[in-house]
């Protein structure tokens, strides 16, 4: 029913930042959160950021005040702005999508990941 697609991942160097953007397509009556999640080598997959439908934001201690996600709710798009960029930020990060459909009220949907790395 939903699905996401993630962009803007790659190399920086440390200090630099990126700005990642994943759009939800599909039959969706409305989204109820949208979020990022990364994963790095040999650890598991954790929070990023979340906003929900209010605008109202989470994020986890080691992005705060780094990271800001945001999104366009005419576009179904969340983005994730990254700046000061530390080499333990590097990872999969991964778009998610918590959707009412059609025949669902809370199903959650998750892109494939675009890697980030940051290089010291």
């Known amino acids: 029913q939903v699905q996401l697609v993630e962009s803007g991942g790659g190399l920086v160097q440390a200090g630099g930042s990126l700005r990642l953007s994943c759009t939800a397509s599909?039959?969706?009556?409305?989204?109820?959160?949208m979020g990022w999640y990364r994963q790095a080598p040999g650890k598991q997959r954790e929070l990023v950021a979340l906003?929900?439908?209010?605008?109202?934001?989470n994020y986890a201690d080691p992005v705060k005040g780094r990271f800001t996600i945001s999104r366009d709710n005419a576009k179904n798009t969340v983005y994730l702005q990254m700046n000061s960029l530390k080499p333990e930020d590097t990872a999969v990060y991964y778009c998610?999508?918590?959707?009412?459909?059609?025949?669902?009220?809370?199903?959650?949907?998750w892109g494939r990941g675009t890697q980030v790395t940051v290089s010291s």
């Open positions: 998610n999508c918590n959707a009412r459909t059609f025949t669902s009220f809370n199903d959650d949907y």
């Open positions: 599909g039959v969706i009556v409305s989204i109820n959160t």
């Open positions: 906003i929900s439908s209010d605008d109202t934001t």
